[in-house]
């Protein structure tokens, strides 16, 4: 890239950073340090506010650059991930958004504490959501690496370093700082942003094709090496039965792993009311379907407008297909139109995961401090009287803050090491141990009545264990050219996403526990869980 592209997104960049970092300073002086308003905001947003944030939270790097790569590569096949990512949507409306806000007041542990022992679920329970976490971090950290290098001319593997250390180091700054409330406050200019960009490109897509969608598609196909292949299903994901496991693996995934994701659910607490966390997903939906049908015409027009072997060259895994994208739409290298529709579309991606590491870092402190640090540590006994949960040096806010600083670190150091694989496919993994670990105890918790302490526990280390492990033994980590260690091959599991197996082992421990579990089911705890659940009454 030259000078101007460089000169000009850099400015954007400073311009974006500059203006988040002014509503987190604003915010963190009018803000007083409680648990309530550290976690939820104060539980101040209305549902349109929420709903902005929540769309700004799910449409992340992954969504942005990622998908649309995969379909630049791989066509058809990419798709599932934009159909994926939107139908589960459907789940968490119909399922979760209502009764989580009822039932809980920070974090996912709070709605399986609700009726059990609270020391080992909430254990468990802050367990997984920082794994969760943390995987679905190490993809946006890779997005911005990308993006970067991209800019600086896709050599300079310093630079991708340092864009690295810098998300992470701001996504510090942004929680630690402002809370839930700043948080959402920039995903909501995040989620402007970011539909504004995606709609400009799609329209300008369209434009270039005269608005023939079936144009675009036969010159995609055209320029993909594949011919019609490529609008065909298989490419990717056909062939031998592994792939096609792959395929159904993935999909379980990302539909049912949206609802067990702890940056999603922690954004129904930040409004006031059940039917405020419903209209919520309402709007939300609007918002991420729209958009994720603007991602199938980009990563269509990707391969029709720059070439799948060019979006190759530039990254193996695709990343890069949007901003080359808008390079040729504005005017092609060199132009004045070019740099300018590259720039603001690199600065809308670098918003993108700016906001969303956000969003997920305060998840995943929010679990250290509520549930980890809470529950091994006897809070009420040395807590004075009166003084709220964030109080204190090493009250619960505080020690979210320190979390914070640890998360990112480690958040960091992966994203380092996983820095050329596809973000949509790294996110794929964090669905799929959202699905294994968070789902299964999630849904017994709120519809069975006989669930157990000890079901619970052993359901969110039955999915858990098996989906860390599985990945740890597949494709991904070792075995081909793809592989976080290409050299070395000790995979033994052939799939690339866990889902397939981790899923139902998670629901299937979550079973068994309770079957075989001495403790009596709390019968009174459910029917109060059920009421509060279904009517809002008694919920914070």
């Known amino acids: 890239m030259n000078g101007d592209h460089q000169a000009l997104a850099l400015l954007l960049f400073s311009a974006f950073i500059a203006v988040t970092l002014g509503i987190t300073t604003w915010v963190s002086r009018n803000r007083h340090g409680s648990a309530e308003e550290f976690y939820a905001g104060g539980r101040l947003f209305s549902p349109m506010e929420n709903g902005f944030a929540i769309a700004g939270d799910y449409m992340s790097a992954a969504s942005f650059l990622g998908i649309s790569g995969l379909i630049a590569l791989y066509g058809y096949d990419g798709m599932l991930y934009s159909v994926g990512f939107l139908v589960a949507w459907l789940v968490v409306l119909l399922l979760v958004a209502e009764l989580v806000r009822n039932c809980g007041r920070f974090t996912l542990a709070d709605v399986v504490a609700a009726r059990m022992k609270e020391r080992p679920v909430r254990i468990a329970a802050g367990t997984s959501s920082v794994t969760v976490s943390v995987l679905y971090l190490v993809a946006q950290m890779v997005g911005a690496g990308s993006l970067v290098a991209l800019l600086l001319g896709g050599t300079s593997e310093a630079a991708r370093s340092w864009t690295v250390i810098g998300v992470g180091a701001l996504m510090v700054i942004y929680v630690s700082m402002g809370g839930m409330r700043a948080t959402t406050w920039i995903q909501i200019v995040k989620a402007v942003l970011l539909m504004a960009g995606a709609i400009a490109m799609t329209v300008l897509v369209l434009m270039r094709f005269h608005g023939d969608f079936n144009q675009l598609l036969d010159s995609a196909a055209a320029r993909s090496g594949h011919g019609k292949d490529f609008l065909a299903p298989g490419l990717r994901y056909g062939g031998d039965w592994t792939a096609r ?16 994701l702890p940056h999603i659910l922690s954004r129904f607490y930040t409004v006031p009311t059940a039917r405020a966390a419903r209209r919520s997903v309402v709007w939300s939906i609007g918002l991420i379907g729209s958009f994720y049908l ?18 190759r060259a530039s990254n193996a895994a695709g990343n890069t297909a949007v901003p080359l994208l808008a390079l040729d739409l504005g005017g092609g290298a060199g132009s004045t139109g070019g740099a300018v529709l590259f720039a603001v579309v690199a600065a809308v991606a670098f ?9 997920i870092t305060l998840a995943s402190s929010a679990s250290v401090a509520h549930d980890l640090y809470a529950t091994l540590r006897r809070r009420r006994a040395i807590r004075p009287a ?46 799929a141990v959202a699905a294994s670990a968070n789902l299964p105890v999630l849904l017994y918790s709120l519809f069975w009545r006989n669930f157990t302490t000890r079901g619970a ?79 809002g009454a008694g919920a914070v």
């Open 457 to 535: 526990v052993w359901s969110v280390y039955g999915g858990l264990v098996p989906a860390v492990l599985l990945v740890l033994v597949s494709p991904v980590v070792s075995g081909s050219e793809r592989s976080l260690f290409p050299g070395v091959d000790f995979h033994v599991f052939p799939l690339e996403n866990p889902g397939l197996v981790s899923i139902p082992l998670g629901f299937l421990a979550g079973w068994i526990g309770t079957v075989v579990s001495s403790e009596p089911p709390d019968v009174a705890k459910h029917a109060e869980t059920e009421v509060r659940a279904l009517t």
């Open 386 to 431: 009166g003084a709220e949960e964030g109080d204190g040096r090493y009250g619960e806010v505080a020690v979210a803050r320190i979390a914070a600083v640890c998360i990112g670190a480690v958040a960091i150091a992966l994203g380092l090491l996983a820095r050329d694989l596809n973000v949509a496919f790294l996110v794929g993994l964090a669905f």
């Open 294 to 311: 603007m991602t199938i015409v980009l990563g269509f027009g990707a391969a029709a407008v720059v070439g799948t072997d060019e979006v």
């Open 245 to 260: 496991l792959d395929f159904i693996s993935l999909g379980l995934a990302l539909v049912l792993g949206t609802a067990g």
């Open 351 to 359: 918003a993108t995961i700016l906001a969303v590491v956000a969003g």
